[in-house]
Each structure stands twice: as structure tokens, then as C-alpha cells.
Nanobody
């Protein structure tokens, strides 16, 4: 199973950017999906989560500026960010809890980071 993230780039403060992450491989179900970020010199932090049923949760630092969503097939997760600030600069990672086979426990998977840089 692989998570492939894309969509990072350079944007001016106040601008918008969208990130995508798609899961590929053999699995039977994807449960919660999420976006995390890690700024230079800082720990990785949660940005937003979305359950299989579409329930979302956001970090206080991004509430009102970020929207997380999933596709109908539940294999992709998106993050739309607006009103970007320089402090949003970070590598953004997608995460998913995936069950590969029925009867086996689900496991956590991470995508590679996609860099978002917000210039002031």
C-alpha cells in the first residue's frame, strides 16, 4: 500500500493551495484519513482528520482556513487551504488507517511529504 501526496508549492501569504493524496495497492478498506505537517525544527502536528463517514476535525490553528475532504471511493483525501500564513510553511504528510485484509488488524500508512512554502 502506498500513499502518494501532491500539490505543494510556493504561495504568497493570503493565497490558497490544494493538496491531494491517493492510496494505491491492495486493501479492503480505508478508515480515518488525515493530514499532518512538520515545520523545520518542530514536531509533526495534526492538521485535519476525516473519518470514513465524513466527520472532520481540525487543529485550532487552521480552523476556518482549511477544508479536508475525501472522494466517494474513500481512497483519496484532499486538503484545501486558504488565507495561508507564513507559519503554515511546512512539509505536509497524509496519513491513513488501512485494513489490508478482512480478519487482520488495520495499520497506519504515511505518504511522503509535500512541501508548502508561504512567503510573506
Amino acid at each position: 500500500v502506498q500513499l502518494q501526496a501532491s500539490g505543494g508549492g510556493l504561495v504568497q501569504a493570503g493565497g490558497s493551495l490544494g493538496l491531494s493524496c491517493v492510496a494505491s495497492g491492495t486493501f479492503v478498506s480505508i478508515y480515518d484519513m488525515a493530514w499532518y505537517r512538520q515545520a523545520p525544527g518542530k514536531e509533526r502536528e495534526l492538521v485535519a482528520t476525516i473519518t470514513r463517514g465524513g466527520v472532520t476535525n481540525y487543529a485550532d490553528s487552521v480552523k476556518g482556513r482549511v477544508t479536508v475532504s475525501r472522494d466517494n471511493a474513500k481512497t483519496s483525501v484532499y486538503l484545501h487551504m486558504s488565507g495561508l500564513k507564513p507559519e503554515d510553511t511546512a512539509a505536509y504528510y497524509c496519513h491513513a488507517t488501512i485494513r489490508m485484509r478482512w480478519g487482520r488488524a488495520e495499520s497506519d500508512y504515511w505518504g511522503q511529504g509535500t512541501l508548502v512554502t508561504v512567503s510573506s
